[in-house]
């Protein structure tokens, strides 16, 4: 046999096992917790026999030659384990309860409210498969003590299946959202979040001294309210825009926006009629 030497060394080094490894059905968990194992192999397996599919979709135009196929999904894996070989015939010792063990993984456990078989992920060493389900045991009894299985040929198949999103990484993608929104948010000229109700209550506080601050750039009827105090301030969430409304609610414009914890004010901005000649600060 002659190598692509060009394929072969970019291929990753193996060292083989220092110890006994042990292959292990395992409970697939999501919460970063040490995996619980739900099933240990007696033996391990002789062969790994790994399978996948792509989905296409037959289309047959009028009179042609060959037929079209549309791309449709592809599977996920499936694993088959087959012909374990469990003997304990010579050892005085009964297979039943691995027997048992293992179809436990096929069913529901409705008694303690969970209403589907266990997701799992299968380990030997470093070779891992999971997140999975089993779907298929076989097993022939070929040898038993009083009744009791002592000689059995298994065969398992495991299918792969969605990996489900960690707490971690939901927290980690809604904090990522979120900060994406505030950086959104602070491009549109908005505050980072919405606004609370103290913040709204400190941005009409001000605006009111920024109108009085400033009073003499603002037109004669915008000074006459501002002294005779005859206006109102209404401060948006969202936006964090400070409106000025007049006497019957008419809207005089407005005077600045509140970032959450400092106003922004100028001519792109503050809205407010100006005295001839003025210009907002």
């Given at each position: 046999?002659?190598?692509?030497?060009?394929?072969?060394?970019?291929?990753?080094?193996?060292?083989?096992?220092?110890?006994a490894?042990?292959?292990?059905?395992?409970?697939?968990?999501?919460?970063?917790?040490?995996?619980?194992?739900?099933?240990?192999?007696?033996?391990?397996?002789?062969?790994?026999?790994?399978?996948?599919?792509?989905?296409?979709?037959?289309?047959?135009?009028?009179?042609?030659?060959r037929?079209?196929?549309?791309?449709?999904?592809?599977?996920?894996?499936?694993?088959?384990?087959?012909?374990?070989?469990?003997?304990?015939?010579?050892?005085?010792?009964?297979?039943?309860?691995?027997?048992?063990?293992?179809?436990?993984?096929?069913?529901?456990?409705?008694?303690?409210?969970?209403?589907?078989?266990?997701?799992?992920?299968?380990?030997?060493g470093?070779r891992?498969?999971?997140?999975?389900v089993?779907?298929?045991?076989q097993?022939?009894?070929?040898?038993?003590?009083?009744?009791e299985?002592?000689?059995?040929?298994l065969?398992?198949?495991?299918?792969?299946?969605?990996?489900?999103?960690?707490?971690?990484?939901?927290?980690?993608?809604?904090?990522?959202?979120?900060?994406?929104?505030?950086?959104?948010?602070?491009?549109?000229?908005?505050?980072?979040?919405?606004?609370?109700?103290?913040?709204?209550?400190?941005?009409?506080?001000?605006?009111?001294?920024?109108?009085?601050t400033?009073?003499?750039?603002?037109?004669?009827?915008v000074q006459?309210?501002?002294?005779?105090?005859?206006?109102?301030?209404?401060?948006?969430?969202?936006?964090?825009?400070?409106?000025?409304?007049?006497?019957?609610?008419?809207?005089?414009?407005?005077?600045?926006?509140?970032?959450?914890?400092?106003p922004?004010?100028?001519?792109?901005?503050?809205?407010i009629?100006?005295?001839?000649?003025?210009?907002?600060?």
């Amino acid at each position: 046999m002659r190598f692509n030497a060009r394929a072969y060394d970019s291929l990753p080094n193996a060292d083989k096992a220092k110890g006994a490894i042990a292959a292990v059905l395992l409970e697939y968990d999501i919460s970063g917790n040490t995996p619980k194992p739900l099933w240990v192999f007696l033996v391990n397996p002789q062969s790994l026999r790994f399978s996948r599919e792509a989905k296409y979709t037959e289309i047959s135009p009028l009179a042609s030659k060959r037929c079209e196929i549309q791309y449709a999904s592809t599977n996920g894996q499936t694993l088959s384990i087959p012909d374990l070989i469990l003997q304990t015939w010579y050892c005085g010792k009964s297979l039943r309860p691995l027997i048992e063990g293992i179809n436990l993984l096929l069913e529901a456990d409705i008694k303690n409210k969970k209403y589907s078989p266990p997701i799992l992920k299968f380990q030997m060493g470093t070779r891992e498969f999971g997140p999975c389900v089993l779907t298929n045991v076989q097993w022939e009894e070929s040898a038993w003590l009083g009744g009791e299985p002592a000689s059995v040929k298994l065969g398992l198949e495991l299918k792969e299946v969605p990996k489900a999103i960690s707490r971690g990484e939901v927290e980690q993608q809604k904090t990522k959202a979120t900060e994406t929104a505030k950086v959104n948010r602070e491009k549109q000229g908005k505050p980072r979040l919405p606004l609370t109700d103290r913040q709204r209550t400190d941005a009409s506080a001000a605006a009111k001294k920024y109108l009085e601050t400033n009073i003499k750039q603002w037109a004669a009827d915008v000074q006459a309210a501002i002294r005779g105090n005859k206006y109102k301030l209404s401060t948006h969430a969202s936006s964090g825009a400070v409106a000025m409304i007049g006497v019957g609610g008419k809207a005089i414009g407005t005077v600045l926006v509140w970032e959450g914890f400092k106003p922004k004010t100028g001519q792109s901005i503050t809205t407010i009629p100006l005295v001839s000649g003025g210009k907002a600060p």
